[in-house]
């Protein structure tokens, strides 16, 4: 799904948020979608760029796919178009989730939903990988001390990787990509029922990181 003349990459100016904790609340991406109904937004990487990760996480393209926090990134229809089409877009702005509805009518076996990635209406152990591209930094975005995160962060946060691991089925995998060190993303991904691996992301440029954590069977 590249963009097209009237489907063209978000970079103005005008539609960032005086403060980036912005980020972090339901009001300014209402406010942003509805300013910029035709554009297409990709936080740090491409499918192009991530496929060599999907292919060694993703266990078949059947798989059941969450993608959390799915606003109008390309990541969806570009992996549909590459075969992973059982996908489920969530995200808390029904601005977007009725743009991209209508912009990916064609692709009729991905769902988009309107719900929040903190609590979400699935059901137990219901998704076979969750890919998070931005939404838990989009969360993070605070104006405190990176060693040592606000409490109100560190709950919001929480709360999605709580429903994350809730709705993963035993051997699942949840693939966060971030821009984010290891000395401050992985303690708020530690949990008994995982397993974490760490892959640096570097084409020559800003190193990137995917948080695979997966799921264990028993």
Same mark, same amino acid.
Request: hydrophobic share 35%; glycine share 6%.
């Given at each position: 799904?590249s963009?097209?003349n009237k489907?063209?990459?978000?970079?103005d100016?005008e539609v &960032?948020?005086?403060? /980036?904790? $912005? @980020?972090?609340?339901?009001?300014y991406?209402?406010?942003? @979608?509805?300013q910029?109904?035709d554009?297409?937004?990709?936080w740090?990487?491409?499918y192009?760029?991530? !496929?060599?990760?999907f292919s060694k996480? *993703?266990?078949t393209k059947?798989?059941?796919i969450?993608? &959390?926090?799915?606003?109008n990134? #390309?990541?969806?229809?570009?992996?549909y178009?590459?075969g992973y089409?059982?996908i489920?877009?969530?995200? @808390?702005?029904?601005?977007?989730?009725e743009? +991209?509805?209508?912009?990916?009518?064609?692709?009729?076996?991905m769902?988009?939903?309107?719900m =929040?990635?903190?609590? +979400?209406p699935l059901? =137990?152990?219901? *998704?076979?990988?969750?890919?998070d591209? $931005? #939404? %838990?930094?989009? %969360?993070?975005c605070?104006n $405190?001390?990176?060693? !040592?995160p606000?409490?109100? &962060?560190?709950?919001?946060?929480?709360?999605?990787?709580? !429903?994350?691991e809730?709705? &993963?089925a035993?051997?699942g995998?949840? *693939?966060w990509?971030?821009?984010?060190q290891?000395?401050?993303?992985?303690r708020?991904l530690?949990?008994?029922?995982?397993?974490? !691996?760490?892959?640096?992301?570097?084409? $020559?440029?800003?190193? @990137?990181?995917?948080?695979?954590m997966?799921? /264990?069977?028993?």
């Amino acid at each position: 799904m590249s963009p097209s003349n009237k489907e063209a990459r978000s970079t103005d100016l005008e539609v &960032l948020p005086t403060d /980036n904790t $912005g @980020y972090g609340t339901k009001a300014y991406w209402q406010q942003r @979608y509805m300013q910029e109904p035709d554009s297409c937004f990709d936080w740090f990487k491409t499918y192009k760029e991530l !496929e060599p990760l999907f292919s060694k996480h *993703i266990a078949t393209k059947d798989a059941r796919i969450l993608m &959390l926090g799915c606003g109008n990134s #390309t990541l969806s229809g570009d992996m549909y178009a590459a075969g992973y089409q059982n996908i489920v877009n969530a995200d @808390y702005s029904d601005v977007v989730i009725e743009q +991209m509805r209508q912009r990916t009518i064609h692709m009729d076996k991905m769902t988009w939903e309107v719900m =929040d990635v903190r609590e +979400m209406p699935l059901a =137990d152990g219901s *998704i076979s990988t969750a890919i998070d591209k $931005g #939404t %838990l930094d989009a %969360l993070m975005c605070d104006n $405190g001390d990176v060693w !040592e995160p606000s409490a109100e &962060l560190c709950e919001n946060v929480g709360r999605e990787i709580n !429903e994350v691991e809730r709705v &993963l089925a035993p051997g699942g995998k949840f *693939i966060w990509i971030t821009f984010g060190q290891p000395h401050f993303r992985r303690r708020h991904l530690e949990r008994v029922s995982w397993d974490i !691996e760490i892959e640096r992301l570097n084409d $020559g440029g800003f190193d @990137y990181f995917a948080y695979v954590m997966t799921k /264990n069977t028993t």
